[in-house]
């Protein structure tokens, strides 16, 4: 849910007001595994009329884990953003289906976050003021308004928070701290995770949650993720190091590369990049 922006904090309060007033009917039944979940073709976007994305195609089928790798500046960042709607990116191209025809693009970023579309910042917003706990229960209970399921009400969420904190090794102190406010780089990742893990997504895409994590937040990180994963619901996980998929195991490994998935194959491929590095990129 706080996946609704990115680094412009302005934009946050307003689409946070739309997230939480805004609800939805009821969300068609899950499907199953080996549904086309995430459908993206020859989807283009800009920057400040600057294009990034140069024709993007992945599909990802509910059950699977899709890794997109690739230099900095390649639009992996990019590309994850716009598939949750972050309103500084332009789509110029190309289409995201989402659940067998429902057209992604048309949709609110709030909408789809409520949907169940779930981005794990590269670098997640801070919001002072805003106590994490209430920010969760006001996420939570609009995912579940849009699932046609009871809202919590504060004590039983509580209970519910406690389980899943655990799970990502968080201490309860975390839930009156202002959200991301004063957190480390690996706090501000697991309270990422958290979020995925109460917001049960239909698909998840986790932009370098890896980055700047010891080995134990690692480990911990990978146990939440894996333990989302199921038949129903697919993974983009977007990284830089092989490390990551040491313990999420990829169905599908993807290189992108100035704007566009230049390469897919299984995991061998994220193996072979950790030897010989990008290298084959620059005569391409
Ligand atoms: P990656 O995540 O693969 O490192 P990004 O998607 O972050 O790549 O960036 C791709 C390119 O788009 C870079 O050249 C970056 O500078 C540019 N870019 C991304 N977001 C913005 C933005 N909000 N304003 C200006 N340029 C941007
Ligand atoms: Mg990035």
Known sequence: ?????????AD??????YTVHSVRAAAPAMGAAGDVLLDVKDLQASVEETPIL?????QVKRGEVHAIMGPNGSGKSTFSKVVVGHPAYEVTGGKVSYREGEDLLELEPQERAQQGVFLAFQYPVEIPGVSNADFLRLAVNKRRAALGESEYDPIEFFGVLGEKMSSVGMSMDFLNREVNSGFSGGEKKRNEILQMALLEPEVAILDETDSGLDIDALKTVAD??????????????I??????LDYIKPDYVHIM????????????????LERDGYKFLESA
Not at 1 to 7: H, K, T
Not at 258 to 272: D, H, M, T, Y
């Open 1 to 9: 849910m706080i996946s609704l922006v990115g680094s412009k904090s």
């Open 12 to 17: 946050f309060g307003t689409l946070l007001l």
């Open 54 to 58: 140069k024709g993007v195609n992945l």
């Open 224 to 237: 939440g993720v894996n333990a989302y994963k199921s038949e129903s619901n697919g993974i983009v996980l």
């Open 239 to 244: 990284t830089h190091y092989q490390r990551l």
């Open 257 to 272: 590369s100035k704007g566009q998935i230049v390469r897919s194959g299984g995991p061998e491929l994220a193996l072979e």
